[in-house]
């Protein structure tokens, strides 16, 4: 059974840095990406297991490689991913220390970075602190609000830029418009990163929150894999069983270059080792029976979750663009059309309502919003409820 807990006073991001974030601490916050549900009762068993050994210290080569046999096999198992070994795995704390040790890497400084925005606020912190030129591939939405890639764009871009673009940095499924991506658009990203000699990154963290009538494509099946050899993935159990906290991410790639070059960086900085609660958390979520039957519950969760959301704001605010993530628990929505979608202006409103969101500034979409409706569905009706009253206030 899927478990909420009260967060307030447990020093979480999400709850008790409100004041210091917004400005305010009485807001119902669905901005940073975490869940208000307990992760599987698997996870706290494995680490609880543990914590009353006792002895926390160093552990040797077979725990990581208990958790890289656990990634293969949840791989090639949930996403079709064959013929995986341990050696082409490498774990992260993060899948942003992941991609900042690639950014490091496989990027000189004169050279930059494609990405396709609006894009998940940490890719633009993370490169502009790097010193790397961004070069962003907007994603074209129909009337609809249906995102494609705009290929012929991102070639010119390609071609017009004075800096060379080293890295395609793909978000898939993407945060924060919530689409999963088709055959065709991986296909057509592997033949320009191979004409113009880039590394693709794809970023697959959020690819077990997909919903039905979609399917996540990861980059490392064979009908890519084999098309390129400057791939890699990068992904983690954290969006998906909601334990960020516990900081356990992973990097695959097929490249053994590549691999060598990233490796050879983590020792020089001892970097790339993660935590034994790290460790325990991925195995217990991708291995044991009782996590998955979880994970169908919350996607279950989240589907009615996103449903509501959606129907609630084409009945309420029919003027208000926006599209049903395929992914994610976040909901991007095109609030343009509500005071000229101007950031302050919106900002305010939705803080006078009494809400805490994802400014769409932060991911590069002024006038959006980023909804995270990863809570309990009392916590999403309240703001529904608050939003539609500042409204009506407004009139
Ligand atoms: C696309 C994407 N990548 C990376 C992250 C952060 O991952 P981590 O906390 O493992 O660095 C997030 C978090 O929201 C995300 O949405």
């Known amino acids: 059974m899927l478990k909420f807990a009260k967060r307030q006073g447990t020093k979480s991001l999400k709850y008790d840095a409100l004041g210091e974030r917004f400005g305010r601490e009485s807001l119902l916050p669905l901005w940073v990406a975490d869940m208000d549900c307990c992760a599987p009762e698997t996870v706290r068993q494995a680490i609880q297991q543990r914590v009353d050994h006792g002895i926390y210290g160093y552990s040797d080569r077979r725990l990581a490689d208990n958790s890289k046999a656990a990634i293969c096999s949840w791989l090639e198992t ?27 890497v496989l990027c000189p400084k004169t050279e930059a970075v494609i990405l396709n925005s609006p894009a998940y606020n940490c890719f633009y912190t ?38 060379k673009p080293r890295i395609l940095l793909f978000c898939s499924p993407h945060n924060p418009v919530g689409k999963v991506w088709k055959e065709r658009d991986i296909y057509e990203l592997i033949r320009i990163c191979q004409k113009y000699d880039l590394y693709l990154i794809s970023d697959e963290i959020h690819s077990d929150l997909v919903y039905p009538g979609h399917k996540h494509l990861s980059i490392l099946r064979q009908e890519f894999a084999n098309l390129y050899d400057k791939i890699i993935m990068i992904s983690a159990p954290s969006k998906t069983f909601n334990i960020p906290g516990l900081r356990s991410a992973y990097l695959i790639s097929k490249n053994k270059t590549i691999l060598q070059q990233l490796g050879k960086f983590c020792e020089q900085f001892q970097i790339g080792d993660i935590s034994l609660s790290g460790h325990l958390a991925l195995e217990a979520c991708y291995s044991q029976e009782q996590s998955k039957v979880w994970l169908e519950e919350l996607k279950q969760y989240l589907k009615q979750n996103r449903d509501l959301l959606h129907d609630y704001l084409k009945e309420r605010f029919p003027e208000l663009k926006h599209c049903k993530p395929e992914a994610t628990y976040l909901y991007w929505v095109n609030c343009r059309s509500f005071l000229q979608g101007n950031p302050a202006a919106l900002r305010k409103f939705f803080m006078d309502a009494g809400l805490a969101l994802g400014w769409g500034e932060l991911y590069h979409g002024n006038g959006w919003v980023r909804i995270n ?13 608050k939003w539609n009253q500042a409204y009506l206030n407004l009139r």
């Open 78 to 104: 949930r996403h079709e991913v064959q013929d995986l070994q341990l050696q082409d795995c490498r774990m992260y704390a993060g899948v942003m220390e992941a991609l900042a040790v690639c950014i490091e």
């Open 373 to 385: 409706f990863g809570c309990e569905r009392a916590l999403l009706e309240e703001a529904l409820d």
């Open 126 to 163: 993370a490169l502009e602190a790097s010193g790397r030129k961004i070069l962003e591939n907007y994603l074209a939405h129909d009337g609809k609000e249906n995102y494609s890639i705009d290929l012929g764009l991102l070639e010119q871009q390609i071609l017009d830029s004075p800096i």
